[in-house]
């Protein structure tokens, strides 16, 4: 009976003590996605980090399998400010390891303030293979200066947002072998990229969510060949 609106309710206490609320609204407004922001507040009161962490997910899983759920959290100014490489959620490691899939989204640089530029990474999956990054262009159209009319979302190619002026080797390395058809050599990549050879192999092994290695390679110099796993899955 859902007719797709978008319900707010506003929670003072934390999610595990209102747990029974939350169903309450849930079957009273045919709702089958939740989405809880953010950790912190959500998990006020419960103890120390890990305690808060425990409770908090598990009040979040008894919510049923017919229910999707979504928890934002944040990470430290530290990782937020990070070039390339993987960030955790902020308190418990416990908030990590008890996501069933776990996705990280940043803020790249962008050239004018008309739009921002958003990279999502799959860190986490438990239930099958991590997805491939994705990259949005989320664009503010103003006819009069200070009064938003719309905005726009548009996809993006997520090997070309760059973080702090730095672009994530995988990412370049997925860019480039789009740009050489598809399958390429680690040395024509590195040629490509202006980059080690050693470098770029290391990479492409590091990353089997989103390289796939499509001929082996062998003695006397020969090349394995590369591409991206979500082409040779498609």
Known sequence: NYNGSIHYRHMV??????????RAELARTGAKF?????????????GDWTESAIRTMDALHVLGED?????????????AERSDGAGKPIASAYVFNLGRSVWEMRQGDAESENYILLKLDHR?????????PLGYQIGFVESVPNVLDSVVIEWRDPGTIAFNGHIAMESRIASAIKR????????????????????????????PNLFVQLEAGGGQGKEAVWGLLSSAQG
């Open 13 to 22: 206490r934390p999610l595990w003590q209102q747990i029974s609320v939350l």
């Open 124 to 132: 986490k999956a438990n239930r099958g293979k991590k997805n491939q």
């Open 67 to 79: 229910v999707h759920r979504l928890l934002l959290t944040h990470v430290t100014k530290e990782a």
């Open 180 to 207: 050489l058809t598809g399958r390429a050599k680690p040395s024509d990549i590195a040629e490509d990229l202006g980059e080690e050879v050693g470098t770029v192999s290391k990479c492409l092994r590091r990353h």
């Open 34 to 46: 939740v989405i809880a922001d953010s950790y912190g507040p959500a998990s006020m009161g419960a």
